[in-house]
């Protein structure tokens, strides 16, 4: 792997072989436009990060796309944040700070949800999430107990239903 990307790179001789891969590449007319901060932040090993040098503009821009796309939709919220965090690697400037996170994330939650979190006004990502889950949690017991109650009704119904049968 390393041969061919020194090969692509061009040679590794005299000033030349002191700049990164990716400077050269680029000396040699490939695009790399915002890759390299990406696979920097990226927890991979050196040799991974050799192979991402590889990831074009497109997949980049798409991911941009996706991030400024997403919404919660049938995820809980824990896949919801995972899913916002990878993606959000690729849209470096539009989510910088951590308020810009928690406007990002509220806005794709589902709306059930955001009526109970957005009220509050959440500045700190770490807790809107926690806030998230835990709103996330008394709705899925709120539902349960909802059908819990219909179960009952329909029991109630059934048995007074027959009896009225007469």
């Avoid at 000396?27 to 040799?47: H, K, P, Q, R, S």
């Avoid at 050799?50 to 997949?59: A, D, P, T």
């Avoid at 008394?138 to 539902?143: A, D, H, W």
Wanted: with cysteine; hydrophobic share 40%.
């Amino acid at each position: 792997m390393m041969c061919v990307l020194e090969w692509v790179a061009g040679a590794s001789t005299g000033s030349v072989a002191r700049k990164s891969i990716p400077e050269r590449l680029q000396a040699n007319g490939a695009e790399i436009f915002g890759v390299e901060w990406i696979i920097d932040d990226l927890d991979c090993t050196a040799e991974e990060k050799l192979k991402g040098v590889y990831v074009g503009v497109s997949y980049v821009d798409a991911q941009r796309k996706a991030f400024l796309n997403l919404v919660q939709g049938n995820k809980s919220v824990a896949e919801y944040e995972a899913e916002f965090l990878r993606l959000s690697l690729y849209a470096r400037g539009i989510a910088a700070t951590d308020y810009e996170r928690c406007v990002r994330f509220d806005d794709g939650l589902r709306d059930e949800l955001r009526v109970l979190i957005a009220p509050q006004r959440e500045r700190d990502f770490a807790i809107l999430v926690e806030k998230a889950k835990i709103a996330e949690e008394v709705k899925r017991s709120e539902r349960q107990n909802r059908d819990k109650d219909r179960g009952r009704n329909k029991r109630n119904f059934g048995l007074s239903g027959s009896a009225g049968g007469f």
